[in-house]
């Protein structure tokens, strides 16, 4: 599965980037934070971490269904959003 993410604080954007998703744990990093992810049996365990200064976060552990997204979906965490859209892959 891919999966787009994006940081936001209120309507600015801090940072984004793409993750494929597949069995294999896997670590990404983006240029404020980084992404571990791998596929469980029915959800894509995605979890984001090391967030950079002054961002406020520490770790956000997603158990994302797999599915295809029909448009931007989002999660508020205080001032901040992770907006995510998922592709399932061929």
């Given at each position: ?5 994006a ?5 600015d ?44 976060l ?33």
């Amino acid at each position: 599965m891919r999966v787009d993410l994006a940081l936001f604080n209120g309507d600015d954007l801090l940072d984004r980037g793409q993750i494929l998703v597949g069995a294999s744990e896997t670590t990404d990093a983006f240029k404020l934070f980084r992404v571990q992810h791998h596929l469980a049996a029915e959800a894509a365990d995605i979890v984001l971490s090391d967030f950079v200064a002054p961002i406020d976060l520490r770790r956000v552990t997603l158990d994302m269904p797999i599915h295809e997204s029909d448009d931007w979906e989002s999660i508020e965490l205080g001032p901040y959003t992770v907006a995510f859209w998922c592709r399932l892959e061929a």
